[in-house]
T-cell receptor, first 116, second 114 residues
């Protein structure tokens, strides 16, 4: 298994530009999570999906952020317009069905975003 | 609401020393799960262990051991005879109430000096 695949690994963009981060979860995993990691705020859950349906997006910072999961093998996190404070490492993680709350997360390698 | 506190921001030890990473959690739910993840310098988070709230048995895996105490709401992680490869950031995490939302602590950066 190739694991959770994220792209791009690194993205440098200018303020105001649109950024799209992509994630391919592990086949058979029906939960998908987007986390953001910064020095100041640590690991924050932005949104998670179950069977392609968004379940909890309370962590999405503001309307500039949006996430979609059009099918079981693909998800995107979009920032439009981007701002310097969005600079962070964005992780995608997936997990397979299990006892409620017991899911072990498998993380991707992360996408490091720098907004100038 | 759920919360995880890792009071130790950074720890440095000399190789072969034992080290304990502290984790204190808060939840009102009686059913919950605790986790430890490791983030090596390469950046990817790796799962280490999961415990449920009904199993307070300590666990040992090689040089790693975990001490779960509900009375003090703690889930501490000990590395015995530390090695340079143990250098990483370690995160304690919690999910409770039957929800898949996992809350992470702020992490403890461990540096093992040769």
């Amino acid at each position: 298994d190739a694991g959770v695949i994220q792209s791009p690994r690194h993205e440098v963009t200018e303020m105001g530009q649109e950024v799209t981060l992509r994630c391919k979860p592990i086949s058979g995993h029906d939960y998908l999570f987007w986390y953001r990691q910064t020095m100041m705020r640590g690991l924050e859950l932005l949104i998670y999906f179950n069977n392609n349906v968004p379940i909890d997006d309370s962590g999405m910072p503001e309307d500039r952020f949006s996430a979609k999961m059009p099918n079981a093998s693909f998800s995107t996190l979009k920032i439009q317009p981007s701002e310097p404070r969005d600079s962070a490492v964005y992780f995608c993680a997936s997990s397979f069905p299990g006892l409620p709350g017991a899911n072990v997360l498998t993380f991707g390698a992360g996408s490091r975003l720098t907004v100038l | 609401a759920q919360k995880v506190t890792q009071a130790q921001t950074e720890i440095s030890v000399v190789e072969k020393e034992d080290v304990t990473l502290d984790c204190v959690y808060e939840t009102r739910d009686t059913t919950y799960y605790l986790f430890w993840y490791k983030q090596p310098p390469s950046g990817e988070l790796v799962f280490l262990i999961r415990r449920n709230s009904f199993d307070e048995q300590n666990e040992i895996s090689g040089r790693y051991s975990w001490n779960f105490q509900k009375s003090t709401s703690s889930f501490n992680f000990t590395i015995t005879a530390s090695q340079v490869v143990d250098s990483a950031v370690y995160f304690c995490a919690l999910s409770s109430g039957g929800y898949q939302k996992v809350t992470f602590g702020t992490g403890t950066k461990l540096q093992v000096i040769p």
